[in-house]
């Protein structure tokens, strides 16, 4: 018989192959780029702030930092809170960022912020199945008050990245899938964009996929103050209806029908 302790460099030798032979675990990227525009929505200037993460899932760790800002002419951003999570048929990211407005003009002349949020290398749901994306944002009501926020919350197949560098950003990412859409005000009464929660339309998911995310904010009405908005986007497998409902459904118009010639011939008997 051959002694456990004779065989067990071969085992450690197989064990060392699999594992080269494993693929590396997902690893995720964070961006976001904020671009300043003036009132007419001529370009000014554009910064982009990439993370390394550590896959999906994974929240709050030392490569996902908060607290990171990126400076423009007229307006600050700072990172307050960045989530994820994700599990078989779902997966969801939130983001808190303050913002300052720090420009000189108000209301119709003021300038414009576009900030954009990708989070890359999704699996959940598992492609191709049918998925719809589920959004909210809730907008400080004091400190800095803009009268319209856009956001705008998609995914995109592929791991998509904006880039190492600054660059105009004069138009959004295309290829979107199930984007939703809400709208609403910062600094007033109302907490939250409408509608809420707003939902996509169905579409089948790919794999792997990003999250994009992007905020329109403009009509600023005062200045040095600083406004926080919260974001989270979902997306979920749709489960379709069991077979049986569906089948009984489908059986409603015929029954009806035979239940009106039953009535009609009684009638004629009568």
Known sequence: MIRFRRILPIVALLV????????????????????????????LDSKILSIAGDGPGDS??????????????????????????????????????????TGALLGAASNRLLIEVLVDSYVNPTAPTVSRITSNASPSTSGLSASSITMTSGVIGGNVALGANATEATTFLGGQLGMTTGTGSMGTSSSVLMPNPVNGS?????????????????????????????????????????????????????????????????????
């Open 202 to 270: 169905q579409f089948s998911i790919v794999n792997p996929f990003t999250f994009y995310q992007t905020f329109e904010l403009h009509g600023f009405q005062n200045t040095n103050a600083t406004g926080t908005l919260s974001a989270v986007s979902s997306i979920d497998a749709v489960t379709p209806a069991p077979a049986g409902v569906v089948l009984a459904l489908a059986g409603l118009p015929v029954l009806g029908g035979y239940g009106w010639l039953r009535r009609r011939k009684t009638l004629q008997l009568s």
């Open 60 to 101: 709050n760790t030392a490569t996902w930092k908060t607290s990171l800002g990126i400076a423009l002419p007229h307006f600050n951003l700072t990172i307050v809170s960045n989530s994820s999570d994700t599990g078989p048929g779902f997966s969801s990211h939130g983001i808190g960022i303050t913002v300052k407005y």
């Open 16 to 43: 060392g192959a699999v594992s080269l032979g494993m693929p590396a675990p997902a690893q995720a990227n964070f961006q976001i780029r904020a671009t300043e525009y003036n009132s007419a929505g001529g370009f």
